[in-house]
């Protein structure tokens, strides 16, 4: 009879992506090997094949971690007991540091949306990924759904659009802020005066283009400076800012 197996599929699995976020680490989203991730797994490429096809798959597998441990965060800030446009505001004023799961996360997400990188990765990490988004997305969706539920939201219109309109817009305002960070943040490496993994100041632009994106709805209790300050602290409270 043969000897059972040391590790199952799945804990297999786990090795393979641990080792790889070891390799990552080392060198670079760009220049890891996939032997690289043999060795430091102690398994054989034949065995590694059988979960990873390519370098590709082990970038969305692992920007899938990502993604679902952002989505946890989300949903922690989500069900905080504060009003719904304070619990919008809060994944804004998310400090960046406290969220992260690996120090390359923004590198695997940059990878993870190139068109190159998604037409050579298998279709099953491909899945993973759409499920991990969607994931996020019925998070959010779930929320709106309550606060209109409540009376705590008042609209004219089909309710789905209206909350994918709310999502996309705070959503676009977010990434957009990140991407002419980044730019500043070309400048202030060389200075070694980087802030973009800092949380954002509760009186920036963001903050206040986003408040007056929210306020632009029907809500009961609008959102405010002083609700602001209060999603802040509470977040502090909770290791989030």
């Known amino acids: 009879m043969a000897p059972a197996p040391k590790y199952s599929p799945k804990e297999q699995e786990q090795l393979i992506l641990d080792a790889a976020v070891d390799c990552i680490e080392q060198t670079s989203v760009m220049d ?15 065995s ?11 970038i969305f597998a692992l920007a899938t971690r990502v993604y679902r441990h952002q989505s946890a ?5 989500l069900n905080l007991p504060i009003t719904t446009p304070e619990k919008i505001i809060g994944l804004t004023l998310l400090n960046p540091r406290k969220i992260k799961l690996y120090e390359f996360d923004s590198h695997l997400e940059s990878f993870a949306t190139n068109e190159l990188v998604i037409k050579r990765t298998s279709q099953r990490w491909t899945d ?25 939201l008042s609209f004219e219109g089909e309710l789905d659009s209206m909350i994918e309109e709310i999502n996309l817009s705070c959503w676009a305002m977010h990434v957009g802020f990140q991407h002419v960070e980044r730019v500043i943040q070309v400048r202030q490496i060389a200075e070694q005066t980087d802030s973009l993994q800092e949380a954002v100041a509760l009186d920036a632009t963001i903050i206040k283009s ?18 602001v300050l209060n999603v802040a602290n509470l977040l502090a409270q909770h290791s989030l800012r």
């Open 48 to 58: 590694i094949y059988k979960h990873v096809q390519c370098k590709e798959d082990i």
């Open 73 to 77: 965060i989300f949903s922690q800030v």
């Open 128 to 152: 993973h990924m759409i499920n991990a988004h969607e994931n996020c997305e019925a998070i959010f969706s779930q929320c709106m759904h309550q606060a209109v539920a409540s009376g705590e």
């Open 32 to 46: 890891f090997t996939m032997s690289a991730i043999s060795k430091a797994a102690g398994m054989s490429m034949g």
């Open 210 to 227: 986003t408040m007056r994106l929210l306020n632009s709805y029907d809500w009961q209790h609008p959102l405010s400076d002083d609700g």
